[in-house]
């Protein structure tokens, strides 16, 4: 989910900080008592350099009290949640930070850290991220990563959605208080959590402790070998690939959204992988990604993907939340000798096997149109 170094956007070159390194930026988000402000505090110590955004849901701000003393800048956005009432102030506080740093008012951090309260839903506070280009062009997003409680995380996500968006977007998922928990009932969450989100690596934490590197280089773009990892990124492997039926079928096929059978936020959630062997038409892939960004955003929770665009000789890294669509990166080289393209989607109340069909149908339709038009010039 980075912007990687290489990546070519006009609106940089117009803003002119092609030079500048831009630094990442952590989400870290997690329900209610999972854990955050103590892990929060071990990585304060780990990490001096850091600039911390705290955002707390009330008018009386206290947990930015609890953290120990810290050599970075921090930010507090208090009065509401992060994801709703005070999204607008998220990169105005971006730029005030940057604007300081630049000016030597503050300490120059090398990276951030967003907290978001945990009744966020982290959509919206990414949304802001990547949409916002002036930020975008200084920040990178180096990725999600989500606390789950081992005692009371499957009440959690049996009771509340937005702790299950916080598992299924994450790029790590920390699980704390396992020593208070009973072993079984920690082995079933983890069953749950790995089927939730099965690119998400999974790491016990305890008293906060997670050694930085553990929650540092998660997206795209790793700044320690300067590469690009799209293997790693995407996990294809670890989806459960879906093939493209017919339209119209009983059940859910074909179906963009829809009651589910159960309340159970699990069975409304899906992840799983596509992989389509011949080159892709742009405009029809773009077409069938509009058509799920602009009509069944609310259902489409994230997806990544490596492409084989048809007549171009090198392959693009896209990536989406919601209606979010991040501005895609030609890498410079295969990664591998598969030169399939492979996206993995995490979705919810949307049918895996209407999504495959989609873009197989959109990209195959175009790519016919094409063919007949060559063949039947007007």
């Known amino acids: 989910m980075d912007a990687p170094q290489g990546h070519t956007d006009p609106l940089r070159a117009k803003t002119r900080v092609e ?3 831009p630094l990442p930026i952590t989400l870290l988000t997690g329900f209610l008592g999972s854990g955050k402000t103590t892990v929060l505090n071990h990585l ?9 955004l705290m955002n707390e849901f009330g008018e009386v701000a206290l947990d930015h009290q609890l953290l120990q003393k810290m050599e970075g800048p921090m930010a507090l956005l208090s009065g509401g949640c992060v994801c709703c009432t005070i999204s607008g102030s998220l990169s105005p506080t971006l730029k005030n930070l940057w604007m300081a740093r630049q000016k030597g008012d503050i300490p120059a951090f090398e990276r951030v850290i967003i907290e978001a309260t945990g009744v966020a839903d982290p959509v919206p506070v990414l949304d802001n991220l990547l949409h916002d280009n002036w930020v975008r062009a200084r920040y990178r997003l180096d990725g999600v990563v989500t606390t789950v409680d081992a005692v009371f995380g499957m009440s959690q996500l049996d009771e509340h959605f937005e702790a299950v968006k916080q598992v299924a977007v994450a ?4 699980l704390t208080k396992t020593d208070l928990a009973p072993a079984e009932a920690v082995t079933a969450l983890r069953e749950r959590l790995a089927t939730l989100n099965p690119a998400a690596d999974i790491l016990t934490v305890t008293n906060g402790e997670v050694a930085p590197a553990a929650i540092q280089n998660l997206g795209l773009w790793n700044a320690e070998t300067h590469s690009i990892e799209v293997v790693r990124w995407l996990k294809q492997a670890r989806y459960k690939p879906a093939r493209g039926g017919k339209l119209g079928q ?5 179906k963009l959204g829809g009651k589910p ?3 159970c936020h699990d069975t409304r959630i899906q992840a799983f992988s596509v992989m389509l062997d011949a080159p892709l038409d742009r405009y029809g892939l773009q077409s069938a990604l509009n058509m799920l960004t602009s009509f069944r955003a609310e259902n489409l929770l994230r997806f990544k993907a490596i492409v084989n665009v048809q007549d171009e000789a090198l392959p693009v890294v896209l990536h989406g939340i919601q209606h979010v669509l991040y501005p895609e990166v030609q890498l410079d080289a295969w990664p591998d000798d598969d030169h399939r393209s492979r996206f993995v989607f995490i979705v919810r109340d949307l049918d895996p096997e209407f999504v495959a069909k989609l873009l197989a149908d959109f990209t195959g339709a175009a790519r016919g149109q094409v063919a ?3 063949q039947n010039p007007s």
């Open 19 to 21: 030079s500048y390194v």
């Open 44 to 52: 304060v110590r780990t990490l001096p350099r850091t600039a911390i």
């Open 171 to 174: 790029d790590k998922l920390l």
């Open 250 to 254: 009983p059940a859910s096929a074909g």
């Open 261 to 263: 059978q159960t309340e």
């Open 372 to 374: 007949a038009d060559t």
